[in-house]
Protein backbone atom coordinates (compact mmCIF):
# COMPACT_ATOMS: atom_id res chain seq x y z
CA UNK A 1 0.00 0.00 0.00
CA UNK A 2 1.91 3.61 -0.96
CA UNK A 3 1.84 6.39 1.80
CA UNK A 4 -0.46 9.11 1.23
CA UNK A 5 0.58 12.15 0.71
CA UNK A 6 0.21 15.15 3.00
CA UNK A 7 -2.10 16.44 1.21
CA UNK A 8 -4.53 13.75 0.67
CA UNK A 9 -4.84 12.80 4.34
CA UNK A 10 -8.05 15.49 4.85
CA UNK A 11 -9.74 18.76 3.73
CA UNK A 12 -8.07 20.51 5.86
CA UNK A 13 -4.31 19.04 4.98
CA UNK A 14 -5.59 19.85 1.21
CA UNK A 15 -6.37 23.16 2.15
CA UNK A 16 -2.52 23.96 3.89
CA UNK A 17 -1.10 22.66 1.24
CA UNK A 18 -2.32 25.33 -1.16
CA UNK A 19 -1.85 27.84 0.55
CA UNK A 20 1.86 26.75 0.98
CA UNK A 21 2.21 26.58 -2.98
CA UNK A 22 0.87 29.67 -3.35
CA UNK A 23 2.74 31.29 -0.81
CA UNK A 24 5.65 29.80 -2.99
CA UNK A 25 4.00 31.63 -5.76
CA UNK A 26 4.35 34.58 -4.51
CA UNK A 27 8.17 34.09 -3.08
CA UNK A 28 8.76 33.25 -6.85
CA UNK A 29 7.39 36.17 -8.29
CA UNK A 30 9.12 38.59 -5.26
CA UNK A 31 12.17 37.26 -6.43
CA UNK A 32 11.99 39.15 -9.63
CA UNK A 33 13.62 36.19 -12.00
CA UNK A 34 10.51 37.23 -14.28
CA UNK A 35 9.42 40.62 -15.71
CA UNK A 36 6.03 40.55 -15.86
CA UNK A 37 4.09 41.96 -18.16
CA UNK A 38 1.79 44.47 -16.86
CA UNK A 39 1.09 47.73 -19.51
CA UNK A 40 -1.60 48.18 -21.62
CA UNK A 41 -2.43 49.95 -24.86
CA UNK A 42 -5.84 50.68 -26.23
CA UNK A 43 -4.09 51.32 -29.98
CA UNK A 44 -3.93 47.73 -31.06
CA UNK A 45 -0.76 46.90 -32.52
CA UNK A 46 -1.03 46.74 -36.57
CA UNK A 47 -0.38 42.66 -37.63
CA UNK A 48 -2.52 40.06 -36.72
CA UNK A 49 -0.34 37.07 -35.90
CA UNK A 50 -3.56 34.85 -34.92
CA UNK A 51 -7.48 34.96 -34.62
CA UNK A 52 -9.67 32.41 -32.75
CA UNK A 53 -12.96 31.92 -31.21
CA UNK A 54 -14.49 29.43 -29.04
CA UNK A 55 -18.12 28.83 -28.02
CA UNK A 56 -19.43 30.20 -24.82
CA UNK A 57 -22.21 27.96 -23.81
CA UNK A 58 -21.78 24.39 -24.62
CA UNK A 59 -24.48 21.49 -23.64
CA UNK A 60 -22.56 18.72 -21.53
CA UNK A 61 -23.58 15.76 -20.52
CA UNK A 62 -24.03 15.85 -16.35
CA UNK A 63 -23.55 19.93 -16.20
CA UNK A 64 -26.06 22.44 -14.95
CA UNK A 65 -26.16 24.68 -17.26
CA UNK A 66 -26.69 27.68 -14.89
CA UNK A 67 -22.66 26.90 -14.34
CA UNK A 68 -22.02 27.57 -18.15
CA UNK A 69 -24.24 30.67 -17.91
CA UNK A 70 -22.04 31.61 -15.07
CA UNK A 71 -18.96 30.87 -17.04
CA UNK A 72 -19.93 33.77 -19.49
CA UNK A 73 -19.85 36.54 -16.51
CA UNK A 74 -16.08 35.24 -15.35
CA UNK A 75 -15.14 35.11 -18.80
CA UNK A 76 -16.49 38.66 -19.83
CA UNK A 77 -14.48 39.81 -16.03
CA UNK A 78 -11.12 38.04 -17.30
CA UNK A 79 -11.45 39.97 -20.56
CA UNK A 80 -11.59 43.06 -18.99
CA UNK A 81 -8.32 42.81 -16.97
CA UNK A 82 -6.41 40.74 -20.39
CA UNK A 83 -7.38 42.59 -23.28
CA UNK A 84 -4.59 44.90 -24.77
CA UNK A 85 -2.26 43.95 -22.63
CA UNK A 86 1.19 44.42 -24.52
CA UNK A 87 4.41 41.91 -23.75
CA UNK A 88 7.48 43.49 -24.52
CA UNK A 89 10.60 41.59 -25.87
CA UNK A 90 12.57 39.35 -22.35
CA UNK A 91 8.82 40.33 -20.52
CA UNK A 92 6.86 37.25 -19.38
CA UNK A 93 3.19 37.09 -19.52
CA UNK A 94 1.60 35.35 -16.95
CA UNK A 95 -2.18 34.68 -16.63
CA UNK A 96 -2.81 35.03 -12.54
CA UNK A 97 -0.61 38.29 -12.37
CA UNK A 98 -2.92 39.89 -15.07
CA UNK A 99 -6.25 38.38 -13.97
CA UNK A 100 -5.67 38.50 -9.86
CA UNK A 101 -7.28 36.47 -7.96
CA UNK A 102 -11.43 35.58 -8.69
CA UNK A 103 -13.88 35.89 -5.91
CA UNK A 104 -17.49 36.78 -5.04
CA UNK A 105 -16.47 40.10 -4.03
CA UNK A 106 -14.98 40.40 -7.31
CA UNK A 107 -18.05 40.00 -9.18
CA UNK A 108 -17.31 36.28 -9.90
CA UNK A 109 -19.96 33.59 -10.19
CA UNK A 110 -19.91 29.64 -9.60
CA UNK A 111 -18.94 27.91 -12.53
CA UNK A 112 -17.59 24.44 -13.37
CA UNK A 113 -14.26 23.67 -11.95
CA UNK A 114 -11.71 20.75 -12.64
CA UNK A 115 -10.40 19.41 -9.04
CA UNK A 116 -8.85 17.04 -7.69
CA UNK A 117 -11.56 14.76 -7.22
CA UNK A 118 -12.97 15.65 -10.50
CA UNK A 119 -15.59 17.98 -11.58
CA UNK A 120 -17.26 20.64 -9.50
CA UNK A 121 -18.17 24.48 -8.78
CA UNK A 122 -16.35 27.50 -7.59
CA UNK A 123 -16.29 31.12 -7.75
CA UNK A 124 -14.62 31.83 -11.32
CA UNK A 125 -14.81 28.13 -12.88
CA UNK A 126 -15.02 28.38 -16.28
CA UNK A 127 -12.30 30.83 -17.02
CA UNK A 128 -9.74 28.18 -17.78
CA UNK A 129 -10.98 28.63 -21.52
CA UNK A 130 -9.43 32.10 -21.60
CA UNK A 131 -6.40 30.45 -20.44
CA UNK A 132 -6.88 27.55 -23.45
CA UNK A 133 -7.41 30.30 -26.06
CA UNK A 134 -4.35 31.92 -24.98
CA UNK A 135 -2.48 29.07 -25.43
CA UNK A 136 -3.65 28.18 -28.28
CA UNK A 137 -2.58 31.95 -29.89
CA UNK A 138 1.07 31.58 -28.56
CA UNK A 139 1.04 28.13 -30.39
CA UNK A 140 0.68 29.37 -33.50
CA UNK A 141 3.23 31.98 -32.82
CA UNK A 142 7.09 32.35 -32.29
CA UNK A 143 6.63 33.25 -28.37
CA UNK A 144 7.76 30.75 -25.58
CA UNK A 145 6.04 28.91 -23.03
CA UNK A 146 7.71 28.89 -19.95
CA UNK A 147 4.82 27.29 -17.96
CA UNK A 148 1.75 24.86 -19.07
CA UNK A 149 -0.24 22.59 -16.59
CA UNK A 150 -1.86 19.98 -19.31
CA UNK A 151 -5.34 18.61 -18.28
CA UNK A 152 -4.87 14.61 -17.84
CA UNK A 153 -8.03 13.45 -18.62
CA UNK A 154 -10.92 13.36 -21.26
CA UNK A 155 -13.53 15.14 -19.12
CA UNK A 156 -16.38 15.66 -22.33
CA UNK A 157 -16.87 14.43 -25.79
CA UNK A 158 -16.39 16.87 -28.69
CA UNK A 159 -19.10 19.42 -29.57
CA UNK A 160 -17.59 21.46 -32.07
CA UNK A 161 -14.42 21.29 -31.26
CA UNK A 162 -12.38 23.44 -33.36
CA UNK A 163 -8.51 22.85 -31.95
CA UNK A 164 -7.18 19.26 -31.30
CA UNK A 165 -7.91 17.36 -28.55
CA UNK A 166 -5.10 18.25 -25.94
CA UNK A 167 -3.62 22.06 -26.28
CA UNK A 168 -5.65 23.08 -23.14
CA UNK A 169 -3.84 24.20 -19.83
CA UNK A 170 -5.09 24.18 -16.71
CA UNK A 171 -5.28 27.20 -14.36
CA UNK A 172 -5.71 27.14 -10.38
CA UNK A 173 -4.97 30.19 -8.43
CA UNK A 174 -1.99 31.61 -8.18
CA UNK A 175 0.79 28.13 -8.50
CA UNK A 176 -1.17 26.83 -11.36
CA UNK A 177 -0.28 29.34 -13.91
CA UNK A 178 -0.47 29.65 -17.73
CA UNK A 179 3.06 31.98 -18.67
CA UNK A 180 4.68 32.86 -21.84
CA UNK A 181 7.70 34.40 -22.81
CA UNK A 182 8.27 37.02 -25.72
CA UNK A 183 11.66 35.94 -26.96
CA UNK A 184 11.45 38.05 -30.00
CA UNK A 185 12.58 41.92 -31.25
CA UNK A 186 9.25 42.68 -31.07
CA UNK A 187 6.19 44.03 -29.04
CA UNK A 188 2.72 41.52 -28.85
CA UNK A 189 -0.24 42.19 -27.66
CA UNK A 190 -2.99 39.99 -26.66
CA UNK A 191 -7.19 41.03 -27.26
CA UNK A 192 -9.70 39.37 -25.89
CA UNK A 193 -13.90 39.89 -26.24
CA UNK A 194 -17.14 38.24 -25.90
CA UNK A 195 -19.19 38.56 -28.92
CA UNK A 196 -22.18 36.82 -30.33
CA UNK A 197 -21.60 33.68 -27.53
CA UNK A 198 -18.09 33.38 -28.33
CA UNK A 199 -15.14 34.17 -26.82
CA UNK A 200 -12.81 35.89 -29.06
CA UNK A 201 -9.40 36.63 -29.23
CA UNK A 202 -6.37 37.92 -31.18
CA UNK A 203 -2.28 37.94 -30.70
CA UNK A 204 -0.80 40.89 -32.43
CA UNK A 205 2.28 42.22 -33.25
CA UNK A 206 4.08 45.41 -34.56
CA UNK A 207 5.72 43.42 -37.64
CA UNK A 208 4.95 40.16 -39.37
CA UNK A 209 6.76 37.52 -37.93
CA UNK A 210 8.56 35.29 -40.97
CA UNK A 211 7.48 32.05 -40.14
CA UNK A 212 3.49 31.13 -39.47
CA UNK A 213 2.45 27.93 -37.64
CA UNK A 214 0.01 25.36 -38.32
CA UNK A 215 -1.37 22.45 -35.26
CA UNK A 216 -2.05 19.13 -36.62
CA UNK A 217 -3.55 15.63 -34.57
CA UNK A 218 -2.24 12.43 -36.03
CA UNK A 219 -3.33 8.65 -35.62
CA UNK A 220 -6.36 10.25 -33.46
CA UNK A 221 -8.46 7.13 -31.73
CA UNK A 222 -9.60 5.68 -28.52
CA UNK A 223 -8.33 2.18 -26.94
CA UNK A 224 -9.55 0.14 -24.32
CA UNK A 225 -6.88 -0.84 -21.78
CA UNK A 226 -8.22 -3.41 -18.90
CA UNK A 227 -11.84 -1.56 -17.66
CA UNK A 228 -11.19 2.19 -19.47
CA UNK A 229 -10.77 3.31 -22.25
CA UNK A 230 -8.18 6.07 -23.09
CA UNK A 231 -8.66 8.81 -25.62
CA UNK A 232 -5.08 8.62 -27.57
CA UNK A 233 -2.96 10.68 -30.51
CA UNK A 234 -0.18 13.79 -30.77
CA UNK A 235 -0.58 16.61 -31.63
CA UNK A 236 2.54 18.69 -34.39
CA UNK A 237 3.26 21.86 -34.61
CA UNK A 238 4.50 22.52 -38.34
CA UNK A 239 6.58 26.07 -38.97
CA UNK A 240 6.48 27.46 -42.20
CA UNK A 241 8.34 29.98 -44.12
CA UNK A 242 6.38 32.66 -45.07
CA UNK A 243 8.14 33.48 -47.89
CA UNK A 244 7.80 30.19 -49.64
CA UNK A 245 5.13 27.97 -47.63
CA UNK A 246 8.01 25.29 -47.12
CA UNK A 247 7.82 23.07 -43.39
CA UNK A 248 11.08 24.04 -42.42
CA UNK A 249 10.44 22.03 -38.72
CA UNK A 250 7.79 19.53 -37.46
CA UNK A 251 8.13 19.27 -33.53
CA UNK A 252 6.03 17.25 -31.59
CA UNK A 253 3.69 19.36 -28.61
CA UNK A 254 1.90 17.31 -26.69
CA UNK A 255 1.50 13.29 -27.19
CA UNK A 256 -1.74 12.25 -25.61
CA UNK A 257 -3.45 9.65 -23.50
CA UNK A 258 -5.97 10.65 -21.58
CA UNK A 259 -8.65 8.49 -19.36
CA UNK A 260 -11.85 8.65 -20.77
CA UNK A 261 -14.26 10.00 -17.48
CA UNK A 262 -17.57 10.36 -19.71
CA UNK A 263 -19.95 7.92 -20.51
CA UNK A 264 -17.83 5.21 -22.77
CA UNK A 265 -21.25 4.75 -24.77
CA UNK A 266 -20.70 8.31 -26.26
CA UNK A 267 -17.22 7.20 -28.18
CA UNK A 268 -17.92 6.96 -31.69
CA UNK A 269 -17.69 3.30 -32.59
CA UNK A 270 -16.12 3.96 -35.40
CA UNK A 271 -12.63 5.46 -33.56
CA UNK A 272 -12.42 3.02 -31.17
CA UNK A 273 -8.88 0.54 -31.92
CA UNK A 274 -8.76 -2.74 -30.10
CA UNK A 275 -4.91 -3.20 -31.42
Known sequence: MSRRLFCEISPTCYKLSVKKEQFKRVLYDLSGKEKIAREKNRELLPDI????????????????????????????????????????????????????????????????????????????????????????????????????????????????????FGTGTSVLYNYLDYRFKNTTDQNVQLVAWVEDGELCGELRCEREFPFRYKLVEEDHHFRKEGDRYYRISQVYRLVIE???GEVVKKELVLDNHSLVMYDCELIPKDQIRND
Not at 62 to 83: F, P, S, W, Y
Not at 98 to 116: A, M, P, Q, S
Open 49 to 164: VKSHSSILLRRLVGVDMKLQENKVTNIKLACGKIDRIVIKPGETFSFWKTVGKVTKKGGYKEGLIIGKNGLGSGFGGGICQMANMIHWLVLNSPLSVTELHHHTDALFPDERRRVP
Open 242 to 244: RAT
